[in-house]
């Protein structure tokens, strides 16, 4: 069955850096897109960023203004999120999905949580 | 705040069926035929329950359906049981690759 295990979480200072994980398993990782996506607390989730089959189709939300760079190892199923210039609204659960298309969805890891706090 | 509106809370009765609405603009759920719903119980990843307005996914009951009218997309849960007691989240394509989500809806099983 799919599976997706994030990692990489945890508390980490303002102006900082963090390197999120997402192992995958029960499919064939290199025929899909993924994505990331966050959920602060008490509110709805957020679209982070997906990425193509090979890692070279990367679309991300405009709203994070670059900071966050999503990468995958085909080799080793597993999605990257590289986290730089964390902020204290960047605190969320990351979820790590499997994408259907462009525009949904169909599994997600449990994911893990970031705490960004002086 | 979220991108797309939807109510905090709804109910129903076990057997009874529920409506819950989603709300955006012309740039997103009105103009656009990707809209998507989600299923979170706690401490589990969201599950995707209904993509590009109406279709399910494969294993999903049809006791869930989803529909659009304008700028507001609804997911319809029939034949309500204990176990679609979750926070739904509606979702929809906002033109280009951008993806919104709304505010998610707790529904309660009476």
């Known amino acids: 069955q799919v599976q997706l295990v994030e990692s990489g979480g945890g508390l980490v200072k303002p102006g900082g850096s963090l390197r999120l994980s997402c192992a995958a398993s029960?499919?064939?990782?290199?025929?899909?897109?993924m994505g990331w996506i966050r959920q602060a607390p008490g509110r709805g989730p957020e679209w982070v960023s997906h990425?193509?089959?090979?890692?070279?189709?990367?679309i991300k939300s405009d709203s994070l203004k670059g900071r966050f760079t999503i990468s995958r190892d085909n080799a080793k199923n597993s999605l990257f999120l590289q986290m730089n210039s964390l902020r204290a609204d960047d605190t969320a659960i990351y979820y790590c999905?499997?994408?259907?298309?462009?525009?949904?969805?169909?599994?997600w890891g449990q994911g893990t949580m970031v705490t960004v706090s002086s | 705040q979220s991108a797309l509106t939807q109510p905090p809370s709804a109910s129903g009765s076990p057997g009874q069926s529920v409506t819950i609405s989603c709300t955006g603009t012309?740039?997103?759920?009105?103009?656009?035929?990707?809209v998507s719903w989600y299923q979170h119980h706690p401490g589990k990843g969201p599950k995707l329950m209904i993509y590009?307005?109406?279709k399910r996914p494969s294993g999903i009951p049809d006791r869930f359906s989803g529909s659009k009218s304008g700028n507001t997309a609804s997911l319809t849960v029939s034949g309500l049981q204990a176990d679609d007691e979750a926070v739904y989240y509606c979702?929809?394509?906002?033109?280009?690759?951008?993806?919104?989500f709304g505010g998610g809806t707790k529904l309660t099983v009476l």
């Open positions: 029960g499919f064939t990782f290199s025929r899909y897109y």
């Open positions: 012309s740039s997103d759920v009105g103009g656009e035929n990707y």
């Open positions: 999905a499997r994408a259907r298309g462009s525009h949904a969805f169909d599994f």
């Open positions: 990425i193509g089959y090979d890692g070279t189709d990367i």
């Open positions: 590009e307005v109406s």
């Open positions: 979702s929809s394509n906002a033109g280009g690759n951008n993806l919104v």
